[in-house]
């Protein structure tokens, strides 16, 4: 069983590793370690994650979205094709699952416990980001329970910049703090 770190990016997204030289970046099955946070519907209504995606969003726009971590925790949803509609989380979860199986890939070993990182900036407002549930949706789907760290730990605030003397966690600064959550099966 192997224990995996998620930044679950708006752009893209990472997994990672720590081996006992550190932590190791995954490279999923196209061998790139940066998997684009982009989903959408092949013409068979299959869904696709990641560069296969990203292929598709100029090609055929009404089956493909980019860019829609940033609505989890509203009511928005986004319908891809005819009669398909999803909530960010669902989205959200689509890449996380498909990050799961690539380290699964790679590691040979079952995945049952991952640190998520979500960035904090987000268009929900952050006193609705502090009320949401710590059990994310896009985690619970993907059949992991999931627990905030205490709010100061250093898990659950790291800046987005290399000066890692200061964490803030204000409005007025919201990119510089990570929100983590530790997930498990």
Same mark, same amino acid.
């Given at each position: 069983?192997?224990?995996?770190?998620?930044?679950?990016?708006?752009?893209?997204?990472?997994?990672?590793?720590?081996?006992?030289?550190? #932590?190791?970046?995954?490279?999923?099955?196209?061998?790139?370690?940066?998997?684009?946070?982009?989903?959408?519907?092949?013409?068979?209504?299959?869904?696709?994650?990641?560069? #296969?995606?990203?292929?598709?969003?100029?090609?055929?726009?009404? !089956?493909?979205?980019?860019?829609?971590?940033?609505?989890?925790?509203?009511?928005?949803?986004?319908?891809?094709?005819?009669?398909?509609?999803?909530?960010?989380?669902?989205?959200?979860?689509?890449?996380?699952?498909?990050?799961?199986?690539?380290?699964?890939?790679?590691?040979?070993?079952?995945?049952?416990?991952?640190?998520?990182?979500?960035?904090?900036?987000?268009?929900?407002?952050?006193?609705?980001? !502090?009320?949401?549930?710590?059990?994310?949706?896009?985690? !619970?789907?993907?059949?992991?329970?999931?627990?905030?760290? #205490?709010?100061?730990?250093?898990?659950?605030?790291? #800046?987005?910049?290399?000066?890692?003397?200061?964490?803030?966690?204000?409005?007025?600064?919201?990119?510089?703090?990570?929100?983590?959550?530790?997930?498990?099966?």
């Amino acid at each position: 069983m192997a224990l995996i770190g998620i930044d679950l990016g708006t752009t893209n997204s990472a997994v990672a590793v720590w081996t006992d030289a550190g #932590p190791r970046l995954i490279a999923h099955a196209i061998g790139e370690n940066l998997t684009p946070s982009v989903v959408g519907l092949d013409d068979d209504n299959a869904v696709l994650v990641g560069q #296969p995606a990203r292929n598709r969003l100029v090609t055929h726009p009404e !089956r493909t979205v980019a860019s829609f971590k940033r609505w989890m925790g509203t009511t928005r949803e986004t319908r891809l094709g005819r009669g398909h509609v999803f909530r960010p989380e669902e989205l959200s979860a689509f890449v996380l699952k498909s990050l799961k199986a690539d380290a699964e890939s790679n590691l040979s070993a079952e995945v049952r416990e991952a640190v998520i990182s979500v960035a904090a900036f987000s268009t929900t407002s952050s006193a609705r980001r !502090r009320s949401m549930p710590p059990d994310l949706p896009a985690s !619970r789907s993907n059949g992991w329970s999931t627990s905030r760290p #205490p709010p100061h730990s250093p898990t659950a605030c790291k #800046p987005a910049r290399k000066d890692y003397s200061s964490c803030s966690t204000s409005a007025a600064a919201p990119s510089m703090c990570r929100f983590s959550t530790v997930s498990r099966v």
